[in-house]
């Protein structure tokens, strides 16, 4: 029944501690969306509902593009239903390592309106890793002459899981010499410690093997072991020891490879070979090994590589220090990393709305803008400026966001795209500074309306055309794109006869091409006037209209009709009797004749018989005496 009873109080322990650590942090938390999560959920499971929970209509999902933004999106959003779901797999320990609260914080944008909720997901762990020892046997030499009481501390065991999950206790096998108590390092590692319980006998028992147990608290647990084998020497020797349990050292991160960090020395009361004392690094992970150098022999420690503030801001160094009778005592080297600004911010562009149409009014948002600095302090905090384009401004949105919005009304006919730059700068005392270009092009509107080429045409065609062709040609031109540009031209009105206008011209929609449908006749139509119409393609579509008169000229197609004197039955020409005695210069009659032809075409020459231009109309003329 003890075992039962132990998971009942470790599940009972789990629903405490969880909302006791959340109202821990809730005070650092901003206010929003949280869910929680255990880690590895499957692909696609289900975290929640975030349009609902946001107050979002399932409906209008498709308008506003309700999405993700994230360096790593281990999220996305179902977008017909508004579900939050899992996109990757979700690994605690990866994540977060060993902190006791893992969360992750997101955004997410709609549009239309541009909103930004802040979400974050705490993830639980779950009890997928087993406590291991970094060796599977551990030898220990311990002089017979060591009196009980003495610890010797022990490589601990590594657990990846966090919380009740990760490595709760340290168990050793029933003996008689040894015992074990735990310890934990200042980062919260907890490591076993052996203790001698009895004093040794070389020659009743020169070796000891022990067991060593790391449980976890998970349910059910699981555990890990390591065989202890310990040798026990004669000899009669005094063990090292050092000036301070406890060594505290502050460096900057960017010290180069090779710099001093500390000369450690540990005093031995022995003399000759004796006294020798050998340093080491004891009870350390992985890390400690890679940024950090022991001489043996000296016990300085040097740097080994570049260390980074943002990766990890202090190291905690355990140091053994060993006589040749391998009596050993130890030491806690704490060394804390002090930030430099050497991180320069970044400029990450979230959202981006593009094209963007031409007649958007003032402060229509362009793009969404996130910063981020892996600094600490002022030399993290950020402040954005745009270099130049006094067509555009950034407004601060919202922690580390900002809005690019227009500050003026565009026109795609006169700049068609733009090349904004802008430039993240932090507030260190030497400041570091990183800059992006977005490129925003500008879609069309139909905002501008066909323009004629001339103010007013003008044509002249002469009488008797053949019917179809061309007698004049009208152009306007658009400078919108598309379908916005596209013109067709149609006559509008004229001062023809409504009816008869069809019968007489013919526009072409897409040339301009004016057409005569029929011979025109100048002694009927002289001169008419159109009034025609170009018109784009755009909705709602602009016209603009011009006027096209059309002057018909003549030419010599008709002959002069004489109109005096009249006929008689025979044809011949009817005529007043002349005097006898009629003198000369005696007017006998006047000829009167027409022409219908105009100008040249019409002159009329009066001779004996009259001859006119190339056109005749013979006439006869006879004089009676009385």
């Known amino acids: 029944m003890r075992p039962s009873a132990e998971r009942s109080g470790r599940a009972l322990w789990r629903q405490v501690l969880l909302p006791f650590l959340l109202s821990l942090f809730r005070g650092a938390l901003p206010d929003q969306i949280r869910y929680s999560i255990p880690e590895e959920l499957a692909k696609n499971s289900v975290v929640g509902n975030l349009?609902?929970?946001?107050?979002?209509s399932v409906r209008d999902l498709s308008a506003r593009k309700l999405r993700v933004t994230a360096e790593k999106e281990y999220f996305i959003v179902n977008p017909e239903s508004g579900d939050l779901l899992v996109s990757d797999r979700i690994d605690r320990e990866q994540i977060c390592g060993k902190k006791p609260l893992c969360i992750l914080d997101f955004d997410t944008v709609a549009e239309n309106p541009l909103n930004i909720f802040h979400v974050s997901v705490i993830v639980q762990d779950i009890n997928d890793n087993t406590p291991l020892f970094k060796q599977s046997k551990i030898d220990l030499k311990i002089g017979e002459s060591t009196k009980p009481g003495k610890t010797f501390p022990l490589d601990p065991a590594l657990d990846l899981d966090a919380g009740p999950n990760s490595l709760q206790r340290y168990n050793l096998n029933e003996n008689e010499h040894f015992d074990l108590t735990e310890k934990q390092t200042p980062?919260?590692?907890?490591?076993?410690?052996?203790?001698?319980?009895?004093?040794?006998?070389?020659?009743?028992?020169?070796?000891?093997h022990l067991v060593l147990t790391a449980v976890d608290g998970g349910d059910p647990p699981q555990s890990g072991t390591t065989?202890?084998?310990?040798?026990?020497?004669?000899?009669?020797?005094?063990?090292?020891?050092?000036?301070?349990?406890?060594?505290?050292?502050?460096l900057q991160e960017g010290v180069p490879p090779g710099f001093l960090v500390l000369q450690l020395t540990a005093t031995d009361q022995d003399e000759g070979v004796n006294a020798e004392i050998i340093y080491s690094f004891h009870n350390v992970d992985e890390q400690v090994e890679r940024f950090f150098n022991l001489d043996r022999r000296t016990g300085e420690i040097t740097t080994k590589d570049d260390f980074d503030f943002e990766i990890a801001s202090s190291y905690t160094l355990t140091i053994e220090a060993k006589d040749p009778g391998d009596l050993a005592a130890h030491c806690s080297v704490q060394v804390e990393i002090l930030d430099e600004n050497d991180c320069a911010p970044e400029v990450i562009v979230t959202s981006i709305f593009t094209p963007l149409p031409e007649d958007s009014p003032p402060g229509t948002v362009i793009a969404l803008i996130k910063t981020r600095d892996?600094?600490?302090?002022?030399?993290?905090?950020?402040y954005c400026q745009i270099l130049g384009k006094a067509e555009f401004i950034l407004k601060s949105y919202s922690k580390n966001y900002y809005k690019l919005v227009t500050d003026r009304t565009l026109d795609r006919e006169e700049i068609p795209e733009y090349n904004v730059t802008i430039m993240a700068t932090d507030r260190g005392k030497q400041p570091l500074s990183s800059s992006i270009s977005i490129t925003l092009r500008l879609a069309d509107v139909n905002d501008n309306a066909p323009v004629f080429h001339q103010a007013s045409y003008v044509v002249h065609v002469a009488e008797n055309n053949p019917p179809g062709a061309s007698i004049a040609q009208v152009s306007a031109s658009d400078p919108d794109l598309g379908p916005n540009g596209q013109v067709s031209y149609s006559i509008l009105a004229s001062d023809l006869e409504p009816r008869a206008l069809s019968s007489y011209v013919s526009v072409s929609a897409q040339s301009g091409v004016v057409f005569a449908q029929r011979a025109f006749d100048h002694e009927q139509l002289r001169a008419f006037e159109l009034t025609l119409q170009a018109r784009d393609h755009g909705s709602p579509a602009l016209s603009t209209n011009v006027s096209l008169r059309v002057l018909v000229g003549d030419r010599n197609d008709n002959a002069p009709r004489v109109l005096y004197p009249a006929l008689g039955p025979d044809g011949s020409a009817l005529f007043d009797t002349v005097p006898r005695a009629a003198q000369p210069g005696y007017l006998v009659t006047k000829v009167v004749a027409v022409d219908a032809d105009s100008g040249h075409n019409a002159w009329l020459d009066s001779g004996?018989?009259?001859?006119?231009?190339?056109?005749?109309q013979p006439c006869h003329l006879e004089l009676l005496s009385d």
């Open 51 to 56: 349009a609902k929970d946001l107050g979002l």
């Open 227 to 250: 065989q202890i084998q310990i040798q026990v020497t004669d000899a009669n020797d005094n063990p090292p020891v050092f000036s301070q349990d406890v060594y505290r050292v502050s």
């Open 608 to 616: 004996g018989c009259p001859e006119f231009a190339t056109l005749l």
């Open 187 to 208: 980062d919260g590692r907890k490591y076993p410690e052996l203790i001698l319980k009895h004093s040794l006998d070389r020659e009743e028992q020169n070796f000891h």
């Open 374 to 382: 892996r600094d600490s302090g002022e030399n993290g905090e950020v």
